[in-house]
């Protein structure tokens, strides 16, 4: 009796018969189905897009299609005004602060840009780079956004659990900055952003880690009790100087729990979408896995083993086994420790390893979600067994953006 994976991979080489590996599939009735499912967690508050976790316009035009989804949070400036400029949007966040002088020399001359795109600010130097680039009084005011660190540090601030992102963590820091863009000609603030990465970006049942898994839910419960009560009242300390426009938060990982913050007027997800193996660590949730890609098996250097070109795929974050990519199908294949995943060969082993011949496809999950779009041009969309679009990545339409 054939199982569930038997069955996906079926779909996907019927469909892609014709193409020569590697290349990139994603599946659309998993995209599809990720994109509700998300909306449902997110409980009536819109979702912003990750357009990091996505990488290709047509994947983005079709979240944004859908009902519950509103607007891009971009991870460059280059890139929000691409995609503005593009019609994949009127509403992008950076997520980032930028340094690129060019791309804030053209928002500040094109108005409607200006009116679009949102810079993220944490730091008065940041304002100043803008005024060096093209002083208040030769541009519209540029919208801005306030981040607000998310990370917890309990006893007095002795543990820093989270990324290091924004400088400013108090409500009384945030309160400072807001006054001083309030102060400043030429910006508006019109946000707040706080990307709590600890819970929304951080498994909490790590494979085979039951003690970690333990720790991990702990830290979370008390990082997220901590930041209901700060992002508040930080909130409350900004509005007295801004008319917000939205407050934004969370990730993927934390869709349902973010939303549930009274504070937060919207969230973002994108990984979700395309269900890379991290989110396969994650009890409350995890995605459908929705895009795939294939390499060739090109030797068969022992019993038990098959060898495929290319493979090396590596996400990005600390080095470890989790951000390499997982063979997927056929069910059951594995890498070896001793050798991961190369740059030109990758080696698998186990049962299914055994059947497979030279010129038959094994298919990968990539760790993260957009980074796979770095390594193809395109993306094949599947549905069913019928291959029914190509559509270009950003490195399809020669974009590099990070």
């Not at 993927?252 to 549930?260: C, D």
């Not at 973002?268 to 390499?295: E, I, M």
């Amino acid at each position: 009796m054939a199982t569930d994976s038997d069955k996906l991979r079926d779909r996907l080489e019927r469909a892609t018969a014709h193409l020569d590996p590697p290349y990139a599939v994603v599946d659309l009735s998993a995209f599809d189905a990720n994109a509700d499912a998300l909306v449902a967690r997110a409980d009536g508050k819109p979702i912003r897009v990750a357009s990091k976790s996505v990488r290709a316009r047509a994947l983005l035009t079709r979240a944004l299609a859908r009902p519950g989804w509103h607007g891009v949070l971009a991870f460059t400036l280059p890139e929000a005004s691409w995609l503005v400029r593009a019609d994949v949007t009127d509403d992008a966040v950076v997520a980032y602060p930028t340094a690129d002088r060019g791309a804030l020399a053209e928002l500040a001359a094109d108005p409607v840009l200006a009116g679009a795109v949102t810079l993220m600010v944490d730091d008065p130097a940041q304002l100043d780079l803008v005024d060096e680039v093209c002083a208040p009084g030769r541009r519209p005011p540029l919208r801005v956004c306030l981040d607000l660190d998310a990370s917890w540090r309990p006893l007095g601030g002795r543990v820093h659990v989270g990324v290091r992102r924004s400088p400013v963590h108090s409500a009384r820091a945030a309160g400072t900055f807001a006054a001083t863009v309030a102060a400043r000609p030429g910006f508006r603030l019109v946000g707040v952003m706080s990307y709590e990465a600890q819970i929304a970006g951080l498994g909490d049942a790590p494979p085979g880690q039951a003690v970690l898994g333990t720790a991990i839910r702990v830290a979370q419960r008390g990082s997220y009790r901590e930041l209901l009560a700060r992002r508040a009242a930080a909130v409350a300390a900004v509005r007295e100087h801004a008319d917000l426009e939205f407050v934004n938060g969370g990730g993927t990982g934390s869709v349902a729990a973010t939303s549930a913050d009274p504070a937060v007027t919207e969230v973002t997800a994108g990984s979700g979408l395309y269900g890379p193996t991290l989110f396969d660590a994650y009890r409350a949730w995890r995605p459908a896995p929705a895009a795939f890609f294939a390499c060739a098996v090109v030797r068969r250097p022992g019993p038990g083993l098959a060898t495929v070109l290319g493979g090396g795929w590596i996400a990005s974050g600390p080095a470890a086994d989790s951000r390499l990519p997982r063979p997927w199908l056929p069910a059951g294949l594995k890498l070896l420790g001793a050798e991961g995943a190369g740059e030109v060969q990758t080696p698998v082993s186990g049962t299914a390893a055994t059947a497979l011949r030279v010129g038959d496809r094994v298919w990968f999950r990539h760790a993260k979600a957009g980074e796979l779009c770095e390594r193809v041009n395109e993306l094949h969309l599947v549905d069913g067994d019928t291959l029914v679009d190509t559509v270009p990545t950003y490195r399809g339409e020669g974009h590099a953006f990070l």
